[in-house]
């Protein structure tokens, strides 16, 4: 038996709606998407959404359409896939990593405070694990400080942060449908946005920056016209993973729910166990728990770590902080450090958690992570 750490949930409802697609006239820049990014915008109460290739494509487009040049500086947390930093760089910027809160994990708003420089022009607030950022302290610097806020919520599809779902609030937030993600469309992204600029930017850079938009465009030239505004790319997501997308959409509920209730029966089996550090959840929020993370406090993580993957499980860590890896050593960040993030790093595994996650398995986790959390080199 092998128990993954997470891992999609597609049945029957979801293969018909992908060979229906299959079946139809449009295998892309057809009527799914459109329907698609509908659903997902008003599921988090966002004016508009545009779907896109995958979230490292989300994330680029957002950074493209908040105007991130050469000189501009992001600040965002290291403890997060590359991907959230590359994205500043693919826009010629420069990342600046603000340090994290040790009960959350995510980014302290008081470093993010210390690291805004005359350059600063955006923060990327990451949702690490689903469990929502501190967005009203985020939004209250970002609006003394003149900033744009991009929320990563490639975690964070479902989540609650003051009573409202994570998407609706921030100038723009990018979501990922890849496997492991809340839902899936086999691969996939979105940004949305309430902004009727970003969401026009967005538009164009996920199309070559081609438009046949006659109220864009500078001249008729015929019904078979269009123009280029913009340098941008074929970003563009297939009708065939938006039909999957639809149909997962109708469910995500019911796996947040799961999600949810997995992540109580952990909470509960570490409840008494000194050597494990367990997620905690700020006040007015409500992760939807893409991710269940524990620290080993007094145990040697790496042995921890390859004695549950002996065991069939298939623990994982998340993440490396980003400026650690040998690209951003060798690019200046060699003497860049928060010792927070690197002391969680340290110590962090992340345990199975997925809705198809069985409570027999769960159960084999929680004894194999018992047994093995107090052992030592």
């Known amino acids: 038996m092998y128990i993954p750490y997470g891992r999609q949930s597609i049945d029957e409802e979801d293969i018909q709606a992908v060979v229906s697609v299959l079946r139809s006239d449009y295998l892309t820049t057809g009527p799914a998407i459109a329907e698609f990014e509908k659903t997902v915008a008003d599921y988090v109460g966002a004016k508009y959404a545009v779907a896109v290739s995958n979230g490292t494509a989300a994330l680029h487009a957002a950074c493209h359409a908040a105007g991130i040049g050469a ?102 937030t990018t979501f990922s449908f890849h496997p492991v993600k809340p839902v899936t469309t086999g691969e996939g992204g979105m940004i949305v946005t309430n902004d009727d600029a970003f969401y026009q930017s967005l538009c164009l850079f996920r199309s070559h920056g081609i438009t046949r938009d006659g109220a864009l465009m500078t001249k008729d030239g015929g019904p078979w016209f269009y123009q280029q505004f913009d340098l941008g790319y074929n970003y563009r997501i297939t009708d065939i993973q938006c039909a999957l997308g639809i149909s997962q959409m109708k469910k995500l509920d019911d796996f947040i729910a799961r999600r949810r209730k997995l992540a109580k029966r952990y909470d509960a089996a570490f409840a008494d166990c000194p050597d494990i550090i367990t997620p905690y959840q700020m006040p007015e929020t409500d992760s939807g728990w893409h991710l269940y993370i524990i620290q080993v406090k007094n145990g040697d993580r790496r042995k921890i770590f390859e004695r549950l993957r002996a065991e069939g499980i298939g623990v994982n860590v998340h993440y490396i902080p980003v400026y650690l890896h040998p690209y951003y050593q060798e690019h200046g960040y060699q003497n860049v450090h928060c010792p927070k993030a690197e002391k969680i790093y340290s110590r962090m595994i992340s345990l199975p958690l997925y809705p198809g996650l069985t409570d027999e398995a769960q159960d084999f986790v929680i004894e194999k992570v018992k047994e093995f959390s107090h052992e030592t080199v």
């Open 71 to 172: 000189g501009d500086e992001v600040i965002l947390t290291p403890l997060t896939f590359a991907a959230s930093a590359n994205c500043v760089l693919y826009c010629g910027g420069t990342p600046v990593f603000a340090d994290v809160d040790e009960k959350t994990y995510n980014m302290d708003p008081n470093d993010i405070e210390t690291k805004i420089t005359e350059r600063t022009k955006a923060i990327i607030a990451v949702h690490l694990a689903g469990q929502p950022c501190d967005m009203q302290a985020i939004h209250k610097i970002a609006k003394d400080h003149n900033l744009i806020v991009i929320e990563d919520a490639a975690h964070a599809l479902g989540s609650v942060y003051k009573g409202g779902k994570i998407g609706g609030i921030s100038d723009m």
